[in-house]
């Protein structure tokens, strides 16, 4: 880990009046320290470590005597404990006098993405006078942000899945046409199958909702349960993927079909909702950053919510707009969300998210819109995975 680093991140405490930032792991439960001090995906960790970056002075290690070379790709002084007592004291000594620490924790659990911390770590903290502040704020500079590496692989993931999206209609609409049995879940696996194919990976199995099941949003189907796909069926798809790295990064998309010549009115009444929505997010985030000005997450989800809302469906957007993107699907930076969590966070330059509002009508069908923006370095933002404009129709 570069000396550079270090220096961003004691740049970000003084702007937040910290003392210091304390990163801690037991057992991988803080996946977002492991990204910050670029551990190995390989690397087995099975005892608590410490890393803290002082505002001012040399960083130091606290790492176990069974893994005492943990940490050493990362600048500083090393402390090797074994016992409890031993950690405690050592913990105590090198957070002597520091009032402000911001670790990975969240105000009444507000932002659970980034509360990785378990309750007992922050009291132990606490008690020896400190007080515990929120990483939020400026984790994502660290985990969130692309390099121009990433940023090639999330558009290529994007472009793949967009790819897989636009072949699998075309196998749904040639079993229709030529009367072949075919199930939500021979649709899944063609899917996955496609990925292999471009050499792309997924980190679980991808949504394929029939009528009734596109208006449960996390709907997957089962071998043994899955519904057959017949004429006149409304069809969702939700696809995501990456590259096969550990630094890549994902491409996340939602498209919705049916199984006839044209949709009928209330889905297209529904889908045509939808869509002004994701204008909506997405034309808001292009105003902010072409005028310079902060935009949060929370606000993005307001700009979808509130057409949804107006057009009387409100009641039936039973999710937030768009998740960050990053190398885990749902990653650690801003959500564009106020309404499962009031996310203040600010969206950064060079991060990605999803847009995908939705309106499910239990019993009925459900409408999800997908792709991605992508902000470049210069406040330009991109969409990614493409844009649906209209109901494709397979027959």
Partial sequence: MKETKIEEARKHLKEIRADGWLLYDFHRNNLLAHVFLEIPQKNIVTRRFFYWIPTHGEPIKIVHAIEPYILDHCPGKK??????????????????GSKRIVMEYSPKNAIPYVSRVDAGTVDFVRSLGAEVVSSAEILPYFTAVMDEKQAASHQSAAKGVKQVAEETWKWIAWHLKNQKTLTEYDVQQKVESDYVKLHLITDHSQ?????????????????????????????LLDIWAKENHDWAIYGDITRVAVAAERPTEKQQKIFSIVRKAQIAATELVKERFAHKKRIEGWEVDDAARNVIRKAGYGDFFIHRTGHNIERELHGSGAHMDNLEMHDVRPILPST?????????????????????????????????????????CLL
């Avoid at 949504?207 to 069809?235: L, M, R, W």
């Avoid at 509002?357 to 493409?386: A, C, K, M, N, W």
């Fill in 352 to 392: 990605c998210f999803s847009i995908e509002p939705g309106i499910y009508l239990p019993g009925e069908f459900g409408v999800r819109l997908e792709y991605d923006l992508y902000v470049h370095q210069d406040g330009t933002v991109e969409i990614s995975g493409g844009e649906q404009d209209e109901i494709v």
């Fill in 79 to 96: 402390i090797v404990y074994s016992s409890w007592q031993l950690m405690e004291k050592a913990l105590s000594d090198v957070l002597k």
């Fill in 207 to 235: 949504i394929v909702a029939v009528n009734a099941h596109s208006a449960d949003p996390h709907y997957i189907p089962q071998k043994n349960s899955s519904s057959p796909i017949k004429k006149g069926d409304f069809i």
